[in-house]
């Protein structure tokens, strides 16, 4: 900065006040400034700035993946509203294997002196004998007052929050979520009134993280709420998990219509998997949904554009993720927020894959 002062002619407070973007330069001046800033190639040290300024103006957001569209909306939902209020986004997607590098992250993000953090889904906790680590640097962020807002279920976020010793009434710790039982449970109970009763449940992913995989959970629950209520026997054989994507879906449906006795529906716990299930079904031969119906989970824009068309739950993760970010605005600023959890609504849509 000071650089920049001497080439422009100016005092290093002048430069200051043109970079905050403050109205008290002259035209002129600012002007000057700009001219010498960019001759320099000057950039300026956030962390450096944050040392004074006590604001980096950066957040960080952590995904369960980036490969996943219904997070590629997310974060292109956050990166838009951060951009629109003069913030920068860093990034990371962590790791179910090497669960201690996921609190690498949270490390390195303290170094950075983010102003806040947004975490899609809890990340794997380490297992107790390594907790120490964890703990210090959330602690440190909590005395720093750095501001949280999660995604994911309650219990997943209680459990973050007992893990490391964290109030429940702690006000920089948000929670948004959806009734992921409810919506299964819908879906299924669809299913059931077009007349099927052998549905085979999808489900994506790691099922057994630590903690355990409650999101998966609470679909299954759903769907076994909706098989008890209509008097249909639960089959365990009808449960299959698969990878992540397409070719998981197109894997997981080979299994279970080989059966002597298929299915007849498919629910998947997400809609690149159950796309898989879709185009697996239909290069086979079978009618959809004549002969098998396919209901997804989160909406993304694949669904509507796929022949045919996907039925899926939809998730409102665009108003998700502008909660997300407005509400750790609003944190980051000193403010608080009228609740701790707040819980959105899904919805069933049917296209051309159900009846």
Known sequence: MKEVAD???????????????????????????????????????????GFKTKKTMA?????????????????????????????????????????????DYLTDLYDRMVDGIIICGIPPLPAPNHLKKAKQIMQAFSERKTPFVFYNEEEQFSVFLDTFG??????????????????????????????HTRIGFIGEGVVNTYPQNIPYQKKLSG?????????IPFSSELIITGTDGYQGGSD??????????????????????????????TKSGFSVPGEVS????????EASFWNPKLSTISVPIKDIGKAAFTNLLLLMGGGTVPFTIKSFDTELIIRESSH
Do not use: W
């Open 294 to 301: 396919v209901i997804g989970f989160d909406n993304i824009l």
């Open 223 to 231: 769907y076994k709420r909706a098989l008890a209520e209509a008097a």
């Open 166 to 195: 964290i109030p429940k009434d702690d006000g920089n710790f948000m929670l948004l979520k959806i009734d992921r039982e409810q919506a299964v449970y819908e879906a299924v109970k669809h299913l059931i009134c077009s007349g």
């Open 7 to 49: 080439h422009a002619g100016v005092s290093i407070a002048t430069v200051s006040l043109v970079l905050n973007g403050k109205t008290t330069v002259s035209e002129a001046t600012r002007e000057k400034v700009l001219a010498c800033i960019e001759s320099l190639n000057y950039r300026p040290n956030m962390v450096a700035r």
């Open 59 to 103: 957040i960080a957001v952590l995904l369960p993946t980036i490969t996943n569209p219904i997070y590629a909306t997310f974060i292109h939902t956050v990166e838009y509203l951060a951009h629109e209020n003069n913030y920068q986004v860093i990034l990371f997607s962590y790791d179910h294997e090497n669960i201690l590098s996921n609190f």
């Open 252 to 281: 997981c449906f080979a299994h279970l219509s080989s059966l002597k006795n298929p299915p007849t529906a498919y629910v998947g716990t997400g809609d690149t998997i159950s796309l898989g299930i879709l185009s697996a079904a």
